[in-house]
T-cell receptor, first 112, second 114 residues
Framework: QKEVEQNSGPLSVPEGAIASLNCTYSDRGSQSFFWYRQYSGKSPELIMS????GDKEDGRFTAQLNKASQYVSLLIRDSQPSDSATYLC????????????FGKGTHLIIQP | DARVTQTPRHKVTEMGQEVTMRCQPILGHNTVFWYRQTMMQGLELLAYFRNRAPLDDSGMPKDRFSAEMPDATLATLKIQPSEPRDSAVYFCASGPRTANTEAFFGQGTRLTVV
């Protein structure tokens, strides 16, 4: 059974600091990895995707992937109060054939 | 404005009634997913389609749930009969033709079964 694990939080980070969100997955065949942000009462919104080992940067966001350790993380630099949300890690096994398996999310709070 | 459209946004119904939720995927997307979100279970994949063909509905209670794609612009999720434990937010998402790409979510249908 495919599992995606995240610390539920809440994770409290002061404004301007770096927020670090972590995710582990059980299926070694996983090939695609995504981070979604979900505000309360809203739908998940894609913020990052990563497919190969290493780092991928997009503005204030950096996704990190380590397939050997089955670990993916999201760093948010210069955290803003508007970054307060639940961050969902999602994993797809391969070939685009499977639906995304989601973790239960980490609730992030940025303290002004 | 490319987005996934779901209707209705909210639905309150009595136990035993039939519920139908609709989804219009982003034009040109060939993969459609149905997810259910609850506080306890998080986001669970119920079913998904590629080119209108069902590929996996193993996450769906077969006795009461059914999912279809009558055409490329419409996906439906039906619950009959509904039960209080079906209360959740149901999301539809679609993805483009290329493999290993992301899924884009609609705004969801919040279902309450009383």
């Amino acid at each position: 059974q495919k599992e995606v694990e995240q610390n539920s939080g809440p994770l409290s980070v002061p404004e301007g600091a770096i927020a670090s969100l972590n995710c582990t997955y059980s299926d070694r065949g996983s090939q695609s990895f995504f981070w979604y942000r979900q505000y309360s009462g809203k739908s998940p919104e894609l913020i990052m995707s990563i497919y190969s080992n290493g780092d991928k940067e997009d503005g204030r966001f950096t996704a990190q992937l380590n397939k050997a350790s089955q670990y993916v993380s999201l760093l948010i630099r210069d955290s803003q109060p508007s970054d307060s949300a639940t961050y969902l890690c999602a994993v797809r096994t391969g070939g685009g054939a499977d639906g995304l398996t989601f973790g239960k999310g980490t609730h992030l709070i940025i303290q002004p | 404005d490319a987005r996934v459209t779901q209707t209705p946004r909210h639905k309150v119904t009595e136990m035993g009634q039939e519920v139908t939720m609709r989804c219009q995927p982003i034009l040109g997307h060939n993969t459609v997913f149905w997810y259910r979100q609850t506080m306890m279970q998080g986001l669970e994949l119920l079913a998904y389609f590629r080119n209108r063909a069902p590929l996996d509905d193993s996450g769906m209670p077969k006795d009461r749930f059914s999912a279809e794609m009558p055409d490329a612009t419409l996906a439906t999720l039906k619950i009959q009969p509904s039960e209080p434990r079906d209360s959740a937010v149901y999301f539809c998402a679609s993805g483009p033709r290329t493999a290993n790409t992301e899924a884009f979510f609609g705004q969801g249908t919040r279902l309450t079964v009383v």
